[in-house]
């Protein structure tokens, strides 16, 4: 694999093919399947992750349940199940529906249709990471430092990324000098994704922990904080990765901006605000356990959130593929 080249996910034939992420950044392992099953406890276990990844690849385990026997009972079945994965990302339910949308009971030909209409939604995000990427560049000055969260790049879409994919497009043009990666606890998707793809595409960054991001914008060392969303409200609240509305009250004290980047499939309509977003929460072992190794007793009770929620008025500006949202967020 040459440098810059990650290719997540995608068919391979009539097989679906996915890079585990749980296994980066210290081995590159590539899982092959044929069921859809597969694809739904790899996105339950993080082997595949980030809201419109998980869409495109829940689109491709759609597809997939068809391959064999083109049933409608079974299709549905399917639906519920890629449905049940993963409740925040809203992502995963707008692709699912789309495929259900285009199944037609009795047709016979549904698995190359669905196939068909995956790739779609998977080129729809691809170009939609494009646009992100501009819109938000033309945010950045140069030159800049600036902090990101958990993972956003093409591990976490069907492109460029969101945005990572914003920082990417930013230091092509010269306006990045350095990009500070917060670990993201428990799972260090930020430790192990985003520098894995940052170093990937020669960008120059250093790991910090959480818990650091006071310090780095207190002494002035970002000059922006740019996350992705895994749901917007139509308020304009979005839930991300725990730790992100942190990042956000810094980002208020210390006026500088807090951006966020997601395709506009993100944004749900249907909810007011952000106390409507479902927020999953997460087996106690991803804080008890790290790599095999026993971090505190088992009997110690665990709260752990996968997601918060960073209230519209703390986000400088929403990048999407139709452009830049700010506050006061109007997506009708």
Same mark, same amino acid.
């Given at each position: 694999?040459?440098?810059?080249?990650?290719?997540?996910?995608? $068919? =391979?034939? #009539?097989?679906?093919?996915?890079?585990?992420?749980?296994?980066?950044?210290?081995?590159?392992?590539? !899982?092959?399947?044929?069921?859809?099953?597969?694809?739904?406890?790899?996105?339950?276990?993080?082997? @595949?992750?980030?809201?419109? *990844?998980?869409?495109?690849? *829940?689109?491709?385990?759609? +597809?997939?349940?068809?391959?064999?026997? %083109?049933?409608?009972?079974?299709?549905?079945?399917?639906?519920?199940?890629?449905?049940?994965?993963?409740?925040?990302? @809203?992502?995963?339910?707008?692709?699912?529906?789309?495929?259900?949308?285009?199944?037609?009971?009795?047709?016979?030909?549904?698995?190359?249709?669905?196939?068909?209409?995956?790739?779609?939604?998977?080129?729809?995000? !691809?170009?939609?990471?494009?646009?992100?990427?501009?819109?938000?560049?033309?945010?950045?000055?140069?030159?800049?430092?600036?902090?990101?969260?958990?993972?956003?790049? @093409?591990?976490?879409?069907?492109?460029?990324?969101?945005?990572?994919?914003?920082?990417?497009? *930013?230091?092509? #043009?010269?306006?990045?000098?350095?990009?500070?990666?917060?670990?993201?606890?428990?799972?260090?998707?930020?430790?192990?994704?985003?520098?894995?793809?940052?170093?990937?595409?020669?960008?120059?960054?250093?790991?910090?922990? %959480?818990?650091?991001?006071? @310090?780095?914008?207190?002494?002035?060392?970002?000059?922006? !904080?740019?996350?992705?969303? =895994?749901?917007?409200?139509?308020?304009?609240?979005?839930?991300?990765?725990?730790?992100?509305?942190?990042?956000?009250?810094?980002?208020?004290? $210390?006026?500088?901006?807090?951006?966020? *980047?997601?395709?506009?499939?993100?944004?749900?309509?249907?909810?007011?605000?952000?106390?409507?977003?479902?927020?999953?929460?997460?087996?106690?072992? #991803?804080?008890?356990?790290?790599?095999? +190794?026993?971090?505190?007793?088992?009997?110690?009770?665990?709260?752990?959130?996968?997601?918060?929620?960073?209230?519209?008025?703390?986000?400088?500006?929403?990048?999407?593929?139709?452009?830049?949202?700010?506050?006061?967020?109007?997506?009708?």
């Amino acid at each position: 694999m040459k440098k810059g080249d990650i290719n997540p996910f995608g $068919f =391979d034939g #009539e097989i679906f093919r996915f890079l585990d992420q749980t296994k980066l950044p210290l081995e590159e392992v590539y !899982v092959e399947t044929g069921h859809y099953e597969r694809i739904a406890e790899a996105i339950e276990r993080l082997e @595949v992750r980030g809201a419109p *990844a998980i869409g495109v690849c *829940a689109a491709y385990a759609l +597809a997939l349940a068809l391959k064999e026997n %083109d049933d409608e009972e079974l299709f549905l079945r399917a639906a519920e199940r890629l449905k049940r994965t993963r409740p925040t990302a @809203v992502n995963l339910f707008w692709a699912i529906d789309k495929m259900i949308s285009h199944y037609i009971p009795g047709a016979g030909d549904n698995f190359h249709r669905l196939k068909i209409t995956a790739e779609e939604i998977h080129l729809h995000e !691809v170009n939609n990471c494009a646009r992100i990427a501009q819109h938000g560049s033309a945010l950045i000055k140069s030159p800049s430092n600036v902090i990101t969260h958990c993972n956003t790049g @093409v591990l976490a879409v069907a492109g460029t990324g969101t945005a990572l994919g914003v920082i990417k497009q *930013a230091f092509t #043009e010269g306006k990045i000098k350095h990009v500070y990666v917060d670990e993201t606890r428990p799972l260090y998707q930020g430790s192990r994704l985003t520098a894995f793809e940052l170093e990937r595409a020669g960008i120059p960054f250093s790991v910090n922990v %959480d818990s650091a991001a006071a @310090v780095i914008i207190s002494q002035g060392k970002a000059d922006l !904080v740019i996350t992705g969303a =895994d749901r917007i409200a139509s308020n304009g609240d979005s839930a991300n990765k725990i730790g992100t509305f942190n990042l956000s009250v810094l980002c208020k004290q $210390f006026n500088i901006p807090f951006y966020i *980047a997601a395709p506009t499939t993100t944004i749900d309509r249907s909810l007011r605000a952000g106390k409507e977003i479902i927020i999953e929460e997460r087996d106690a072992s #991803e804080l008890r356990r790290h790599r095999g +190794a026993e971090i505190f007793p088992a009997h110690y009770p665990v709260y752990n959130p996968a997601f918060d929620v960073t209230p519209a008025e703390n986000i400088t500006a929403i990048i999407t593929e139709e452009g830049v949202f700010k506050y006061p967020y109007d997506f009708s």
